[in-house]
């Protein structure tokens, strides 16, 4: 299937360029331009789910909250791998230790207490998008007290890349021809081609997930809707 749409964009490309790239020098001089902008957006299922999730514990020394978060990592780890997950699959996104200190309790001066938090975020990365919900799950019930999101991806994004490109100077081929005849013009050749944009939105679901008041009774549903890519390509003719 990709060989065939890339060919199809080949053959769009070849029907491009046959109108006639030119160097300035050969335009006429009195030559008018026309200018066109063509656009596209296409969705496709996702095949790749990214989670990223944490656990974040404090304690009154810095030695407590590391102890505490590492043992509780390691169940949240050990949860995962229960469920097949490969190592490579999981990898560490982001560790902090922050403190704070209050040093005011009812309106009189105490000494500063002094509160440590370590905030340990992991990525897992799976194609089984049908075990997003029981991943979350697992590592809730192991430990984890933080799930800040749930990105749905494609991992060969390419194919859509050119499809929409592919799509986006049809579009604008269409339109220099219906506008150049309407005017009673003769398209003489193409000045440039200018892709001014392709983005790729992936869906993300996000989630803000604490211990306390979570249903572990309950299975994390998560829908992962469609991932869209754009294209914009600018095109400017003499006739």
Request: net charge negative.
């Amino acid at each position: 299937m990709k060989s065939l749409r890339t060919i199809s964009l080949s053959l769009v490309l070849i029907c491009v360029f046959a109108l006639g790239t030119v160097t300035a020098a050969s335009i006429p001089e009195d030559s008018g331009r026309l200018q066109v902008t063509g656009n596209a957006l296409i969705t496709a299922a996702p095949d790749t789910a990214h989670i990223a999730l944490g656990v974040e514990t404090s304690g009154a020394s810095v030695k407590n909250a590391v102890s505490e978060n590492a043992e509780r990592m390691a169940s949240v780890l050990e949860a995962l791998k229960s469920l097949g997950l490969e190592s490579s699959a999981v990898s560490t996104s982001g560790y902090n230790i922050y403190s704070y200190s209050d040093a005011f309790s009812a309106g009189t001066i105490r000494p500063a207490a002094t509160t440590y938090n370590v905030h340990n975020c992991i990525t897992i990365s799976t194609k089984n998008l049908d075990q997003v919900g029981r991943i979350v799950d697992a590592a809730v019930a192991a430990g984890a007290n933080q799930v800040q999101n749930v990105t749905f991806d494609l991992a060969d994004k390419e194919e859509m890349q050119l499809r929409a490109l592919e799509i986006a100077i049809e579009q604008a081929l269409g339109k220099a021809d219906v506008m150049a005849k309407t005017a009673g013009e003769t398209i003489g050749g193409i000045v440039s081609v200018h892709e001014e944009y392709g983005t790729y939105v992936a869906k993300n679901e996000s989630l803000q997930v604490m211990g306390v008041g979570f249903d572990r009774g309950a299975t994390t549903s998560i829908n992962p809707g469609e991932v869209e890519v754009t294209a914009q390509v600018t095109m400017v003719f003499w006739f």
